[in-house]
């Protein structure tokens, strides 16, 4: 089965890629959860403007991913978030909220599908986060959850 990736999937390939895989795998995990599309003759102009879109998001290149890097690696980034008692959170801290505060300590804009959280982070305290910057630089950002 021919499918065009929408996100990136680990060991297959990245936005606007045209993947062949097989049939179960496509039908049953990747098109439902919204990963891929059926590859079609017309999908061709959604494979440009998938590329497009991913190359305006992207950092430009690896000497202003390092610099990036630098910088994220440079200051610590606190979140606020609701806690009750215990320290335990309404929830997990999102990418999206870790994003937002890399964006306002560092001043660079950083995409939440970049950020890597291995583990759900629902407690306060000091975590580490991975941002994939670019293929070859990948930057480990010191995050701090406190209390609102």
Same mark, same amino acid.
């Given at each position: 089965?021919?499918?065009?990736?929408?996100?990136?999937? !680990?060991?297959?390939?990245?936005?606007? !890629?045209?993947?062949?895989?097989?049939?179960?795998?496509?039908?049953?995990?990747? +098109?439902?959860?919204g990963? #891929?599309?059926?590859?079609?003759?017309?999908?061709?102009?959604?494979?440009?403007?998938?590329?497009?879109?991913?190359?305006a998001?992207?950092?430009? =290149?690896? =000497? &202003?991913?390092? !610099?990036?890097?630098?910088?994220? @690696?440079?200051?610590?980034?606190?979140?606020?978030?609701?806690?009750?008692?215990?320290?335990?959170?309404f #929830?997990? +801290?999102?990418?999206? @909220?870790?994003?937002?505060?890399?964006?306002?300590?560092?001043? @660079?804009?950083? =995409?939440?599908?970049?950020?890597?959280?291995?583990?759900?982070?629902?407690?306060l #305290?000091? &975590? @580490?986060?991975?941002?994939? /910057? &670019? !293929?070859?630089?990948?930057?480990?950002?010191? /995050?701090?959850?406190?209390?609102?």
């Open positions: 089965m021919k499918l065009i990736l929408t996100q990136e999937v !680990d060991g297959l390939g990245a936005p606007g !890629d045209v993947v062949e895989v097989k049939d179960g795998y496509g039908r049953n995990y990747l +098109v439902p959860r990963l #891929g599309i059926r590859w079609s003759r017309g999908g061709e102009k959604t494979v440009e403007s998938i590329k497009a879109a991913r190359t998001r992207a950092v430009r =290149d690896e =000497d &202003h991913a390092k !610099d990036v890097k630098a910088k994220l @690696e440079a200051n610590a980034v606190m979140v606020k978030v609701r806690a009750g008692e215990g320290g335990r959170l #929830g997990a +801290v999102t990418t999206t @909220e870790i994003a937002d505060a890399i964006a306002a300590v560092s001043g @660079e804009k950083v =995409d939440r599908r970049t950020i890597v959280v291995v583990n759900p982070i629902k407690s #305290g000091a &975590h @580490e986060v991975s941002v994939k /910057l &670019h !293929d070859e630089v990948s930057a480990t950002v010191a /995050l701090n959850v406190v209390p609102a």
